[in-house]
């Protein structure tokens, strides 16, 4: 934020791009590890082996988007690199 702007577009994302209802099933497991019994499964769906805790899936579908220029131009490293490590440590955080 204090690098003067070169007026580019940076996608502020992890390195691990993953579909929404894997980073959801992800969750979901940290969080019933943490507190069994807490998670409420929807139904499931023929596709998939997790059930469903989103309801309706978009229209806009699924996009991918690299960080490169934003580690590359920007110097940023991230603390949590991917999906995982930052859910996890936010779920080792939760007091329930």
Avoid: W
């Avoid at 934020?1 to 209802?21: G, H, K």
């Avoid at 940290?30 to 059930?51: A, D, F, N, S, W």
């Amino acid at each position: 934020m204090e690098m003067p702007s070169l007026r580019r577009i940076y996608n502020v994302v992890d390195d691990d791009p993953a579909p929404r209802q894997e980073v959801f099933a992800y969750v979901e497991d940290l969080i019933e590890k943490k507190c069994p019994g807490l998670v409420e499964r929807g139904p499931t769906t023929p596709k998939e082996e997790k059930p469903c805790v989103v309801g309706k899936r978009s229209s806009r579908g699924e996009k991918r988007v690299s960080n490169d220029r934003m580690k590359s131009e920007l110097g940023v490293k991230l603390r949590h690199p991917n999906y995982r490590s930052g859910l996890l440590r936010i779920t080792e955080q939760l007091i329930l």
